[in-house]
């Protein structure tokens, strides 16, 4: 019995190995995990869908009637498998990728000094860091040259040692909002959290990709809940076993609604304040976020300049966000008149 045993673990781990061989990626647990997942999301999809044009006999009717109504489904399903991937396989906007674009930035700037011993233009560097300080947003443009510490160290208030913003793991300095995951190991700009999901960060880089998706899966599983709850109504009192598998379907559809829905209106509740979910739920153990009340949004521009950024801006540039003066958290804290309104303070 135990040569039995014996041989077939030494068969287990030579199938591994060779499988390791032909597929490096399947070597790191973490990955084979990831991609675990991201083959059973698939696989749920596939399987809610299947079955329900595999049972319902009145959609395919209504298909061959009305063939708009079921391609605007399938586009929708697979929009959604696609967004999905897209933000799976998109960057969270890493700390130390920001840090090499100054660099870069900046040795371009020498070279072009050096070759034509003069400041060098904005032609010698594209936009690559955007930096909003209390007073002015600055861009860098290869204009001057700006080492990253100095960069960083210029975000917070006159005085912070450069320790206490200092990563003991990436040993990097880190901005305001930016949090080392330890499942990525990497320091992330705007830390949201790191979803399981889809085996990455969410960040300044993909957390607007990351709405997206939570907005497509939930409009895609409510949907086939309709197209469920259709089918049951119509069909409920025939084949009991078909009944059944639907129901036991739908009930974990209804709680997926759920929570897709409440993660939609958080997410968006946090895209409209200029948040992230981990310093509302670490707000008390943030350092800078410590002394402001629970009601202030210290990074908040109005709900249009928030929208504007989310959408627009992120994808083109790291984005680097200065600490508020102490002037400005205090207009923050100010409430909103009728006269605000009206000149649109809130937006």
């Not at 079921?70 to 906007?93: D, E, N, R």
């Not at 259709?230 to 759920?258: E, F, G, H, P, Q």
């Not at 083109?316 to 600490?323: F, K, R, T, V």
Request: net charge positive.
């Amino acid at each position: 019995m135990t040569m039995v045993v014996g041989i077939c673990r030494t068969f287990r781990d030579r199938s591994l190995d060779r499988c390791f061989q032909c597929f490096p990626c399947l070597s790191d647990p973490a990955l084979r995990s990831s991609l675990g997942l991201k083959v059973a999301l698939v696989m749920l999809h596939l399987i809610y869908a299947g079955i329900l044009f595999l049972f319902d006999s009145d959609l395919i009717e209504k298909t061959k009637r009305e063939p708009w109504y079921t391609a605007l489904y399938l586009l929708l399903f697979f929009a959604t498998l696609v967004q999905y991937f897209i933000t799976s396989g998109s960057s969270p906007g890493y700390v130390l990728d920001a840090m090499k674009a100054v660099n870069e930035t900046n040795v371009i700037y020498k070279k072009a000094s050096i070759a034509s011993k003069q400041p060098a233009s904005s032609k010698n560097g594209s936009l690559i860091v955007t930096v909003e300080g209390s007073q002015s947003t600055r861009n860098l443009q290869g204009n001057n040259v700006t080492s990253w510490t100095k960069l960083v160290m210029d975000m917070y208030p006159p005085g912070t040692p450069v320790r206490t913003c200092t990563c003991s793991y990436c040993n990097v300095e880190q901005p305001p909002r930016a949090k080392h995951c330890h499942d990525c190991d990497k320091c992330v700009l705007q830390f949201d959290h790191h979803c399981v999901w889809l085996g990455t960060c969410v960040g300044q880089g993909n957390h607007c990709k990351f709405w997206w998706y939570i907005c497509e899966e939930t409009a895609l599983c409510l949907w086939t809940g309709i197209l469920y709850v259709t089918y049951l109504k119509a069909n409920i009192s025939r084949a009991w076993w078909k009944a059944a598998i639907m129901i036991l379907l739908l009930i974990a559809l209804s709680i997926s609604i759920i929570f897709l829905l409440l993660l939609l209106l958080f997410h968006s509740y946090l895209v409209l304040t200029n948040q992230t979910t981990y310093e509302l739920v670490r707000r008390r153990r943030i350092p800078y976020l410590r002394g402001i009340p629970e009601r202030v949004y210290p990074f908040s521009k109005g709900v249009c300049s928030n929208l504007y950024d989310f959408c627009c801006v992120r994808s083109s540039s790291y984005s680097l966000e200065s600490l508020p003066s102490a002037q400005e958290l205090e207009e923050k804290s100010m409430p909103y008149t009728c006269l605000d309104v009206l000149t649109c303070r809130c937006c």
